[in-house]
Each structure stands twice: as C-alpha cells, then as structure tokens.
C-alpha cells in the first residue's frame, strides 16, 4: 500500500509474504514495502512472473465460469488470497446472479481482512464468507467451513486449490519431518468431498518448459526459498496425481492458457505468451464419481 498503513494483528512485515507478493504480480495495492522490493527483484530475474500469474488467474475465472454453466452452486477457494483482479464469487455472480455460495480460507491475515471487506462491500454475506485457518488441517478446516452456514459440505462442492500446493506445506516443527505435505493433505480433502464434487487445481511445473524458463524457475525457487516461503516444482505425474482417482474433465491437465479458453469472459484482459509452456503452471478440474 502506498501509504503503509498500520496492518491487521499477526502480519509479519519482516519478510515477504506469498499472497502479498501475487496481489503485487497482479497489478493490487494490499501489499508492502517488503513485499514489493522481493516482488521487484523476481520481476527482474524473471519478468514472466506477472503474465503467469495473470495467466493463472484467469484459469481460475475460467473454472468457475464452466462449472456454474455446469450447475455447480458450492466453490471453496483455499489459499484465495487478497481479493486482486477477479474473486470467484464475482465470477460466479456474472453466470448465475445471485445463486452461488462461496467460501474463502487462507491463513495470511491480510488476505483474509481484505476479502471481509471484499464481502461486505460487494457480497452477499447469506452466500460469501471468508475464513482464517490452515490448509493442513483438513478436518478442522472442514469444519470451520460447515460452520459457516454459507456451505452444505453434505452437498457437491467445487474445492479450488488454485497456485498453492507448489507453497512448501512443511509439518509441524516438533515433527521431526521434512517431507512435504501437499499431497497428503489433497488426498484428505478428496476423501471430505462428497460424490458429485469437483477438484481443481493449478501447479508450477519445471517439466516440459522452454530451456530459458527452466533455468529462470531454477532462480525463482533459490529466491523464494531465501525469502522464508519456500516452493516446490513438481512434475506434470506429480500434479496428476494429486486429483487421485477422481475424474479430469476435458481438457485434462493442461498448461493455464490452454484450459477451455472459450470460457473467457467479456473483456476478460489477453495475457499472451511465445508457447503455452511459457506459462509454466500445469492445470486441471477433476469430478468425484
């Protein structure tokens, strides 16, 4: 923010955070000094940084605008971030006005304060709501969800891990392990999701890119890692695998740009890029027979 006010309790200002720094990619103000010095030094070792990011954003457009054609009526966004350049409620509101519940969860205090505001602005808080909880706690999180009032977790839900699993989800400290736990966690959450529900998920991949993006991604995860939010890249069988059993709709996993663009909306902004590849982030919906 231009004029850095005061933040919400418990925003750490003294590293950059995640989702600050991707409201700065996307062209929003609910970030930092902090935020926008690390957000300027990646754009200047890789300045595909913002086209992806927008790229990616889109996609998430673009899901819920396919799903609510599809009668979908129920959207979780974990890790949804600071509300910057399209919320999934707004999307799902210009499809079918009115009719579609969403809740978001994300465990950055500014994202969630900003969404609150979001919501009480230009929401309906009978259909929108915001929560402030931890993505590796399934259960808990569930039922926070429930608790809400705004979800029928007994009722298909669209679950949107959107740019979020190749965020490092370490164990707790006292654990002892190292390990990564994106995977498990998903395979929780596919377990919570009732028959009917859709899994979407978008993925940075450092497999199947240009040879130029590739090193550019092996100095982008150097930089995150040294800034205290460390990411991991996995590969496209790797991302695959994280929709478990459940059943990819057309066109699978695809690069972002390339997922159903005839979903785009009206003066929906054009994020080109010299191949898909480019975009770097893998990309898909799943549906749980």
């Known amino acids: ?20 720094v991707y409201d700065y990619y ?33 996609f998430l457009h673009r899901v819920v605008r396919h799903l609510v054609k599809q009668g979908v009526r129920q959207f979780v966004d974990i890790g949804s971030g600071v509300p910057t350049m399209g919320h999934a409620h707004q999307v799902a509101d210009e499809v079918a006005p009115g ?37 590796r706690d399934p259960e808990g999180l569930w039922e926070k969800i429930a608790g809400t009032g705004v979800i029928d977790v007994e009722q298909p839900v669209a679950l949107l891990l959107i740019a979020v699993l190749h965020v490092q989800q370490p164990p707790a400290e006292d654990s002892g392990s190292t390990d990564d736990l994106g995977p498990s ?53 790797e991302i695959q695998a ?13 690069w972002t740009p390339s997922w159903r663009p005839e979903e785009s909306g009206a003066g929906a902004p054009q994020v080109e890029f010299p191949s898909p590849a480019h975009s770097v982030i893998l990309a898909g919906v799943a549906r749980k027979p």
């Open 185 to 237: 966690v998903v395979a929780r959450y596919r377990d919570l999701l009732p028959s009917g529900s859709f899994l979407a998920v978008s993925h940075i991949t450092d497999e199947g890119v240009p040879a130029e993006v590739g090193t550019g991604l092996v100095e982008l995860k150097q930089m995150y890692d040294r800034s205290s939010s460390p990411v991991i890249w996995r590969s496209r069988a």
């Open 99 to 135: 009719e579609a519940r969403v809740c978001y969860v994300d465990y950055e205090p500014v994202a969630v304060a900003h969404s609150e505001t979001l919501l009480r602005e230009s929401g309906d808080l009978d259909r929108h709501a915001v929560i402030h909880a931890d993505m």
């Open 242 to 254: 994280l929709f478990g059993p459940f059943e990819m709709i057309e066109p699978g996993l695809t």
């Open 1 to 20: 923010m231009a004029d850095e006010p005061f933040p919400p309790p418990g925003v750490d200002l003294d590293h950059p955070s995640v989702a600050r």
């Open 26 to 58: 996307l062209g929003g103000t609910t970030n930092w000094t902090i935020d926008r010095q690390f957000a300027d030094e990646v754009i200047r070792e890789f300045p595909l940084i913002r086209p992806i990011a927008r790229a990616n954003r889109l």
